[in-house]
């Protein structure tokens, strides 16, 4: 079955920077659509970004000047390096996946998830 594992997250200053990492596994990677989330505190969940396949990626324009999205296909891991990081960043992020046709993003729905990773930033 399709598991998606983030690791990355921590504590970090203001100004700092993150990189976390969604490992996949049990999916034709090249299939899937992938995406990032996060969910501040007592908050609703909300998108940060996605990429396709081929490695084009669409970021919430709120989070474009700081937050970059991409992929490996061959190690079938996601990635979402986060810079310029603000308190305002502080929630759990998910990664989630959605098998489409040729991989490409169309929207927000996505099938599956991974469990959460904490990025908690200090002033």
């Known amino acids: 079955q399709v598991q998606l594992l983030e690791s990355g997250g921590g504590s970090v200053q203001a100004g700092g920077s993150l990189r976390l990492t969604c490992a996949a596994s049990?999916?034709?990677?090249?299939?899937?659509?992938m995406g990032w989330f996060r969910q501040l505190p007592g908050k609703q969940r909300e998108g940060v970004g996605t990429?396709?396949?081929?490695?084009?990626?669409v970021v919430l324009s709120s989070m474009r000047d700081r937050f970059n999205i991409s992929r490996d296909n061959a190690r079938t891991s996601l990635y979402l390096q986060m810079n310029m990081l603000t308190p305002e960043d502080t929630a759990m992020y998910y990664c989630?996946?959605?098998?489409?046709?040729?991989?490409?993003?169309?929207?927000?729905?996505?099938?599956?998830w991974g469990q959460g990773t904490q990025v908690t930033v200090s002033s």
């Open positions: 990429v396709n396949s081929v490695g084009r990626s």
């Open positions: 049990g999916l034709l990677y090249n299939d899937y659509c």
């Open positions: 989630a996946a959605q098998k489409t046709s040729g991989g490409r993003c169309y929207n927000w729905d996505f099938s599956y």
